[in-house]
């Protein structure tokens, strides 16, 4: 008997921890979601109690939530409690400067490596997002082929490592994806580049990520100054480095 009562209280246990952990990732999207629309801005602190009455879920799933959020960089903790992170120029331009190294060697083993099927199955993830586009769907489809494409590298810590990177961008990149323009462009440069990991053209397919990277940040960096005004001061933590001029890199995008 005493081993049916612990049986069925390890089983209650389980679904609880699961119901909880089900509970923080939705808790965890829908503020996502408020700080990439800007309905939480930059710089604006928040706190536990705020959020748990906001969403109607305990202290315990709030923080759950937050401590996702500040591992993709959306939310700060300080000594006063938690604050929307501020756009970090100079930390965006690293980002973009870190990726490019790995993206390079994760594109051109994705040339050997990648299966057809699984280039298929990317572009109709890449052409979902020209329709599906809302920020939970953003996410969900993975709209993001870097990082799809950095699986396919075969290389676990490459495909991590721009996971991780990409994820710390997300938000300034939003304000240029939620452009229905720059999503076409998106899109079509993406394409670009599929085809040519599927032809194996190595060389041509790490130019091409490079150029397209470059030109992502520089939009970034000008709807951030764009959206300066609105996000005023306490929305900026940093002024970024001077951006590579196009005769630092004499390589030729395909």
């Known amino acids: 008997m005493a081993q049916v009562l612990r049986q069925g209280t ?29 309905t939480l801005a930059p710089g604006e602190p928040i706190t536990e109690r705020l959020l748990e009455s906001r969403h109607g879920v305990s202290r315990t799933i709030i923080r759950q939530a937050l401590t996702e959020l500040i591992r993709d960089g959306f939310v700060i903790k300080g000594e006063r409690g938690y604050v929307v992170a501020p756009f970090d120029l100079r ?53 993001d082929v870097h990082v799809q494409l950095a699986a396919l590298s075969g290389n676990r810590f490459m495909r991590d490592a721009v996971q991780d990177a990409v994820n710390r961008t997300l938000r300034a990149r939003w304000l240029v994806a939620s452009s229905a323009e720059m999503r076409a462009i998106a899109h079509r440069e993406h394409c670009e580049i599929v085809e040519l990991v599927r032809e194996g053209r190595a060389e041509d397919a790490a130019n091409a990520v490079r150029a397209h990277a470059r030109d992502v940040r520089q939009q970034i960096v000008q709807a951030l100054e764009d959206a300066r005004r609105l996000l005023g001061a306490r929305g900026f933590a940093s002024e970024p480095k001077s951006p590579l001029k196009p005769n630092q890199d004499r390589r030729v995008r395909a």
């Open 91 to 143: 930390q965006l331009d690293e980002i973009f400067e870190y990726r490019e190294i790995v993206e390079d060697a994760a594109i051109r083993l994705a040339c050997v490596r990648a299966a057809p099927e699984d280039l298929d199955k990317i572009r109709v993830s890449i052409d979902r997002g020209l329709t599906d586009f809302t920020p939970d769907a953003w996410f969900e489809i993975g709209l």
């Open 10 to 38: 390890e089983a209650m246990t389980v679904v609880s921890s699961e119901v909880e952990h089900s509970l923080g990732q939705r808790v965890m999207a829908d503020i996502r979601s408020q700080i990439l629309t800007l």
